[in-house]
């Protein structure tokens, strides 16, 4: 490239030119793109923090559930349940309970 073109195009003679026109479009153009560009840069900004939110989420919830699953065998536990209904006057069974089988009669 010549010395007088690169001074032509710091001083912007392209875009006053007789066949400018053509120059500004392509200007208006990348214009375009880029900025669809930066739009689509920041939605994908904005899902990747959404999703890292939700996984933190997920995370409290699953301990959430293992905290309450925890406290829920012991509460099923039967020395437990014992101890809870002894000030009542109930207590467990001494004798074992006996399965009764119904003959049908066919």
Known sequence: ?????????????????????????????????????????????????????LNDEVKELKSEFVDARTTLQQLKLESYITEKVANSGLAPSENPPKKIRVKSQQ
């Open 1 to 53: 490239m010549k010395k007088q073109n690169i001074y032509d195009i710091l001083k912007g003679k392209f875009l006053i030119k007789d066949d400018a026109i053509k120059n500004w479009r392509f200007i208006v153009f990348a214009s375009f793109l880029a900025l669809i560009m930066i739009a689509s840069s920041h939605w994908a900004d904005q899902k990747v923090h959404r999703i890292a939110k």
